[in-house]
């Protein structure tokens, strides 16, 4: 589902990632975890191509790009890509002057150019699914941060990505928000949505992941199971980053 080989990302002097080799496999959640700035968000932005690769080889279903330096792509490939990609951010990103149906609708509407009732049926099956149907007339300000957040991922999922990619969904929650957007993607996990999250949500990462990266110095420095990572990690550097999480 996703390919990623010696993918390279510079902001001006500064190298962010220094090659990395990535697949993702259909129906499964990949959880990219590692210590802040160690390129994590950037990787996932690289994905979908809101940080465009200094060089290397991406594909996303049946899009695929090669990166090198000097060499352009056009917004049409660009966006061709991103198409089957879906992002959620740690920020809800909601149109505020918007109904949380309206939300949902617009992306169908502007982008996919479905018909005002097909986008409708769709942001209602959604709203449903994420437990907020009957929230659809509100306005992002009458709703909680974990109830935005789950507005956010009906709205990326109304878009019928074949990859779903969240950068720490939960990190402006409290705790107990968190919960509510976290069975949502629990469920769609089971439900076999192919799914990258950034997140330091330990607890998260060993009961939902098929697969567990862990990310250090714009490096993946080991990845493999959630038993394996968390029970017998190989590299000394895992070992100290999970010695000093509580989660």
Same mark, same amino acid.
Do not use: W
């Given at each position: ?21 990535? @697949?993702?496999? $259909?129906?499964?959640?990949? !959880?990219?975890? /590692? ?6 968000? #950037?990787? +996932? ?34 966006? @061709?890509?991103? $198409?089957?990609?879906?992002? !959620?951010?740690? /920020? ?6 918007? #109904?949380? +149906? ?146």
């Amino acid at each position: 589902m996703i390919k990623i080989k010696e993918l390279y990302k510079s902001f001006g002097e500064a190298q962010i990632l220094k090659g990395i080799n990535l @697949e993702v496999a $259909k129906g499964e959640t990949t !959880v990219i975890i /590692g210590p802040s700035g160690s390129g994590k968000t #950037t990787l +996932l932005r690289c994905i979908n191509l809101l940080e465009i690769p200094t060089s290397g080889f991406v594909s996303v279903a049946s899009k695929a790009l090669a990166f090198k330096e000097g060499v352009q792509h056009t917004q049409k490939d660009i966006i @061709e890509l991103r $198409k089957n990609t879906g992002m !959620v951010f740690q /920020g809800f990103h909601l149109f505020p002057h918007m #109904t949380v +149906l309206e939300n949902v609708m617009e992306g169908q509407i502007t982008v996919l150019k479905r018909s005002k009732d097909a986008a409708r049926e769709m942001a209602l099956s959604l709203l449903n699914k994420v437990g907020l149907k009957e929230k659809s007339l509100a306005y992002p300000y009458q709703l909680s941060g974990g109830q935005q957040q789950r507005v956010a991922i009906a709205r990326a999922m109304a878009m019928e990505p074949a990859v779903l990619l969240f950068d720490e969904p939960t990190s402006a929650l409290d705790p107990e928000l968190a919960v509510e957007v976290l069975k949502v993607m629990k469920d769609l996990a089971q439900e076999g949505m192919t799914m990258v999250v950034v997140t330091h949500k330990m607890s998260f990462a060993r009961d939902v992941a098929n697969k567990v990266v862990f990310v250090d110095g714009g490096l993946i420095l080991e990845e493999g199971s959630p038993e394996q990572i968390f029970s017998n990690p190989k590299h000394e550097r895992t070992k100290l980053f999970l010695s000093m999480l509580d989660d």
